[in-house]
């Protein structure tokens, strides 16, 4: 009987990509889909202890010991969605509300060619977008200027641009506006510097058998750049630092197969 040679099993991976995050008291939460991840890699780096013998002229190793072993790597996701940006601002997405209630005598202080966000206050720093009826008067409310002659206006991001060659003079000015009412999403930043949670890859591979990845406790670090304006058409990516923790009860890393039924 010939030699019988070992198949060879090539693998070229995809799949989904979950994040389970802890909760204070380091309880799983409910699996996140984080999207198109088109990066998920892991690192395994050890560090050992050498000893040498002195007992001839060669100094020699004679034994080595592995102390430590670091398993970390990155994870890089496409998907720019609220929850994903929130993750990777280490903050929070939440829901606002816009509520279509006119507002007049909204007091600034402008200049000539500038521009202004109507709405912007401390708690709201955006401001309001999507408004109707804009007006805009002197700061006594007796004088209303004229679009298009002392100022332009953009209805959807709700900005005033003041017009050098307008009757507005740099000073104090009211502005007038109804915001359409609308529900949406805003995502902010915090100041938590990781995030603790489980990773868990369905595979879909497109070479190679199916095997699914569990990393029970992970921390993911935001780094790297977030693209805001680029020239190109690259899409926006995010990229976390990622290191898989041995967990007090199991193993830092599972990798299964998928069970087939015996027929």
């Not at 890089?76 to 929070?92: E, K, R, V």
């Not at 000015?173 to 990773?199: D, H, I, M, R």
């Not at 977030?226 to 630092?241: I, K, R, S």
């Amino acid at each position: 009987m010939p030699i019988q040679h070992e198949t060879n099993q090539y693998l070229i991976s995809r799949g989904r990509v979950y994040f389970d995050p802890y909760d204070a008291s380091e309880q799983l939460t409910g699996e996140i889909d984080l999207g198109n991840c088109p990066g998920v890699s892991i690192t395994i780096s050890t560090e050992k202890k050498d000893h040498f013998s002195s007992q001839t002229g060669l100094r020699q190793k004679d034994a080595s010991w592995l102390l430590q072993v670091d398993r970390t790597g990155t994870l890089t996701c496409d998907n720019f969605s609220p929850s994903n940006a929130a993750l990777w601002l280490a903050g929070q997405v939440e829901k606002k509300t816009q509520t279509a209630v006119a507002v007049t005598g909204e007091l600034r202080t402008v200049i000539k060619g500038r521009q202004y966000q109507l709405g912007a206050t401390a708690a709201n720093p955006l401001g309001v977008r999507n408004v109707t009826a804009v007006t805009v008067k002197d700061e006594a409310g007796t004088t209303t200027y004229a679009a298009g002659t002392d100022y332009n206006v953009d209805l959807e991001t709700g900005r005033v641009q003041i017009l050098e060659g307008g009757t507005i003079a740099a000073g104090k000015v009211q502005f007038g506006y109804t915001p359409v009412a609308a529900s949406f999403e805003s995502v902010k930043s915090g100041g938590k510097a990781e995030l603790t949670g489980a990773l868990r890859v369905v595979s879909d591979n497109a070479a190679g058998g199916n095997r699914d990845w569990y990393l029970p406790k992970v921390t993911l670090t935001p780094s790297g750049d977030l693209t805001l304006v680029a020239e190109g058409d690259d899409v926006v990516t995010m990229e976390f630092g990622l290191e898989a923790l041995k967990p007090a009860n199991g193993e830092a890393i599972y990798c299964d197969g998928r069970p087939v039924a015996t027929p």
